[in-house]
């Protein structure tokens, strides 16, 4: 799957937090709903449009489909969450975390935060036909406490959740502490899975690796057929939600590079797309006036240095500091992602979306707000590494990412001028993602998804408990960061005011330009085209209901949902 790529560009009017985009400053996880679209609401009523219609998506994965829909596997859960798997609630990060109602129909805090209530909607049932209950959102949650791998957000053994129960249609769940912030990922990114699939078999002896090649969820679509070459989803005929979806089928090939793909986009082929289109108003755009795109920033690319021991040059902080001051990330925006992509900053702080977490004056005062190639040589020399004992390193990537190639071409550059010799692999995603995982290399370029701030994906990125020991497959924290101190900042963030989050957010920036534990390149942007010759419904900059790129999960569910076919309205 295009891996978490998102962009802003000047030409388009981007909706940042910043702005509010029209969700208020409620904190996420209030009980405040964001419908996408009035005539499509979630919570009830007939059909708004007739059904019909195909949609097929152009996102490049750098592979082809292993027809697995496995929702706890980070490797192919994009193809899962929101198409088949649901979950509670769906909090809309382009709308400050306004929240919609999905399998829970409610939700009540406690007064100190540390306990939640969720009121699981009645009258939903699996694709399967069997009903689904408050058991199958308790079953969820224990499994994921009694098999570690399956706890992508360290909710258990991080977030501080001590028990999921179920009475009645009431599910409650308890923390140590208070848990607000955390509510983007139990509520919103956890798929809730089938009781009586996943408690028998190889979904119960293996779930972590289950292939689930015949998935049974309460999405809207379910997987008709999957071959190497083409995922095709048809509508769910017992969807919870009335009249929906609208669409028939979606078709999702298999694409090996983005050229194949950029072409079916500009020419209608396919409707959807979710990756870099250089020179995109002459090759996309003026193709059709039915051609649209939309680019909102939410997250960064950046190289990610191995931190294990095992590996000695990226584990050495003066390696990975003259990495950081030998790149001019402007040259990599320009060159690379044509502009489209800001260039990003060593706090890790995406901007203008989170302005007030960012501490410009750190950065300058450590030297990183520009390129110093001349203080990356010196850290090379400190560290024993000089023209006759250069310093040779791999960067592993994703085949088909031709943007990301284009950028590293400029990375590779940069980084010989200081001396040292980058070698770039391009792999295939499945064995792209086993050699992350598991900390098989010494650089890997890559994206991961954001949140309402910048807690979310920083979290992801740094919190130790989101990694593992080499060989063992870590959740997110794939560089094997580990600092007691960044660590006691997110704990803390969860209980702060608003005013102590920023604080901690810019303590856990100045790790970032202290120990340097990733190197951002450029900020990720949701890359999204859209065509509106038949289909309609699409987030746009003035409806921003949901992350608009397809590769988002779970907001690839509500887009699925809204969209409809004009010519079958006819």
């Known amino acids: 799957m295009r891996a978490i790529k998102h962009v802003a560009v000047t030409v388009v009017a981007v909706c940042v937090l910043a702005a509010g985009c029209g969700g208020g400053d409620k904190p996420i996880g209030s009980a405040t709903s964001s419908n996408p679209q009035a005539s499509t609401s979630t919570s009830g009523g007939g059909g708004a449009y007739k059904k019909g219609g195909t949609v097929t998506i152009a996102n490049v994965g750098g592979q082809t489909w292993p027809c697995q829909f496995n929702p706890f596997n980070p490797a192919v859960n994009q193809v899962a969450l929101g198409f088949v798997y649901e979950p509670l609630t769906f909090v809309n990060v382009l709308k400050a975390g306004a929240t919609t109602p999905m399998l829970a129909s409610a939700f009540t805090w406690s007064p100190t935060k540390d306990s939640i209530v969720f009121t699981i909607r009645s009258g939903v049932k699996w ?8 058991d199958d959102v308790v079953y969820t949650f224990n499994l994921m406490k009694q098999q570690p791998a399956l706890d992508l957000y360290s909710l258990w053994t991080g977030a ?6 179920a009475a009645g249609d009431k599910v409650t769940l308890k923390f140590k502490a208070a848990a607000e912030p955390y509510f983007f990922n139990f509520a919103n990114q956890v798929g809730i899975v089938p009781k009586h699939i996943w408690s028998t078999g190889e979904a119960a002896s293996k779930p972590a690796t289950w292939a689930n090649p015949k998935p049974v969820g309460t999405g809207a679509f379910t997987v008709q057929s999957c071959t190497s070459n083409n995922i095709s989803y048809v509508a769910n005929g017992s969807y919870w939600q009335p009249g929906k979806p609208y669409l028939e089928k979606v078709q999702y090939p298999a694409y090996l590079d983005n050229n194949p793909a950029n072409l079916d986009l500009a020419s209608g082929k396919a409707q959807w797309g979710g990756q870099y289109i250089p020179n995109i108003d002459n090759f996309y755009k003026s193709k059709s006036p039915e051609n649209n795109y939309w ?10 240095p191995n931190l294990d021991p095992s590996h000695k040059a990226t584990s050495t902080l003066a390696v990975r500091q003259a990495i950081a001051y030998a790149l001019d990330r402007e040259q990599i925006s320009k060159i690379g992602e044509s502009g489209y992509q800001p260039a990003a900053n060593q706090t890790g702080v995406v901007t203008p ?11 300058t005062a450590a030297g990183y707000d520009k390129p110093n190639p001349d203080k990356a040589k010196q850290l090379l020399e400190s560290a024993g590494y000089s023209s006759s004992n250069p310093l040779k390193l791999d960067i592993i990537t994703i085949t088909g990412y031709t943007d990301w190639d284009a950028s590293l071409a400029v990375v590779k550059q940069q980084l010989a001028a200081v001396g040292i010799e980058l070698s770039i692999q391009d792999l295939q995603q499945q064995s792209f993602n086993q050699k992350l995982f598991t900390g098989d290399y010494d650089l890997a370029y890559y994206s991961q998804s954001g949140g309402p701030t910048p807690y979310y994906e920083l979290r992801q990125l740094l919190y130790s408990k989101n990694s593992a020991p080499i060989g063992q497959q870590a959740s997110s924290n794939y560089v094997r960061y580990n600092n007691p101190a960044v ?8 209980s ?4 102590t989050q920023v604080k901690l957010i810019k ?3 100045a790790a970032m330009i202290k120990d340097v534990p990733l190197i951002p390149t450029t900020e990720s942007v949701d890359w999204y085209q859209y065509n509106t010759k038949d289909i309609e419904g699409w987030p746009t900059q003035d409806n921003p209901y949901a992350q608009p790129a397809p590769y988002n999960i ?17």
């Open 127 to 134: 694709s399967d036909g069997k009903p689904f209950s408050a």
């Open 160 to 165: 501080g959740l001590t028990s999921v129960t």
């Open 295 to 304: 680019f909102p920033p939410t997250a960064n690319v950046a190289i990610y």
């Open 353 to 363: 979306t989170f302005d007030k977490y960012f501490d410009k004056a750190a950065l």
């Open 487 to 494: 660590d006691k900042a997110f704990d803390a963030y969860a």
């Open 496 to 499: 702060a005011d608003d005013a």
């Open 507 to 509: 303590e856990i920036g």
């Open 554 to 570: 779970p907001d690839v569910g509500q887009v699925l949902t809204n969209l409809y076919s004009k010519s079958a309205q006819k």
